[in-house]
């Protein structure tokens, strides 16, 4: 079984800062960690590593550092790691990222001297951007079938079924090889990289490789081939303080809350 794993680098989102002009992510001197929702993606991934032999390779887009999140992912078992990396990518916007990442997908397959990946596996969406459209965008991309939401994963033979979290609960989902799946926090509890296996990771050759490398059409990738553009970002208004209802009688501090959120037309 092979599985390929999309994992993010990506600003701590509590030390963000933006760029006024270009309204984009400035990520000098922003600290930055693993997509949280990718380690439950790459666990996942592990623990078919671990039961069924599943050989698990690593896929990140990004600029040069992002080989920071590979050699973690690689401490934490993975057996590959691939990094795209090119200013050409740079600026794109989901569309753009899921076909760059789609074609890298395919790029690393062969490189590795196999028709396809089994399972493509995301987080459910990386914490700075959030929209949690990159990996069905990479689905399509790849014309395979997806199950996002993965809150439970099963794998027998080519089968795969997945309790999928929505909002009134679950659904059980069966798709067979090749699919896409993207990981929710309730999937595992991600194990943390080994010693042994971070000295091992830090002599690791990551390959990378340039939108040349992976065979993009160039009208569609970067801030040029992305649909959307972000015109502004801003940080939102801070909430007022609250209202204390500080009543003797629960009573009058009942009718008092009714009254009070009627008003704001609430309830
Ligand atoms: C309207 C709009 C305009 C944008 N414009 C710009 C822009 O001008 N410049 C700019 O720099 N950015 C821009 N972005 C941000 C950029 O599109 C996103 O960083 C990128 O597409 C990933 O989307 P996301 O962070 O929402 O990931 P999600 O869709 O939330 O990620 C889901 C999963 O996909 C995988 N994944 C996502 N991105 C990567 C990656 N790079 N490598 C490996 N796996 C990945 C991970 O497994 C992740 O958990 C824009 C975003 C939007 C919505």
Do not use: W
């Amino acid at each position: 079984m092979e599985i390929l794993v999309c994992v993010k680098q990506v600003p701590d989102t509590a030390e963000v800062k933006i760029d006024p002009v270009k309204h984009t992510v400035i990520r000098a001197g922003v600290p930055n960690i693993f997509n949280p929702f990718d380690q439950n993606a790459l666990e996942a991934a592990l623990q078919l590593k671990d039961n069924q032999g599943a050989k698990v390779t690593l896929l990140s887009m990004g600029p040069p550092q992002a080989t920071e999140v590979l050699r973690e992912g690689l401490a934490m078992g993975a057996d590959d790691a691939y990094l795209l990396t090119d200013r050409k990518v740079g600026g794109s916007d989901t569309l753009a990222t899921g076909y760059c990442l789609a074609q890298a997908v395919k790029k690393v397959a062969e490189m590795k001297g196999i028709a396809q990946f089994d399972i493509v596996l995301c987080g459910k969406q990386a914490i700075d951007g959030d929209t949690a459209q990159v990996g069905p965008q990479i689905a399509c991309e790849l014309g395979i079938p997806q199950i996002t939401y993965a809150a439970k994963l099963d794998v027998d033979g080519d089968k795969v079924t997945v309790k999928q979290q929505n909002e009134e609960g679950y659904i059980v989902t069966e798709a067979h090889f090749p699919v896409l799946l993207t990981a929710v926090k309730e999937l595992n509890e991600p194990r943390f990289p080994t010693i042994r296996g971070t000295m091992k990771a830090k002599r690791r050759e990551i390959p990378q490789l340039s939108a040349a490398d992976i065979n993009v059409d160039e009208s569609r990738i970067g801030l040029s081939g992305s649909p959307t553009k972000v015109r502004k970002i801003f940080t939102p208004p801070q909430r007022t303080q609250g209202l204390v209802i500080n009543e003797e009688d629960p009573q009058v501090a009942v009718d008092t809350l009714i009254e009070k959120l009627t008003a704001q037309k609430i309830i």
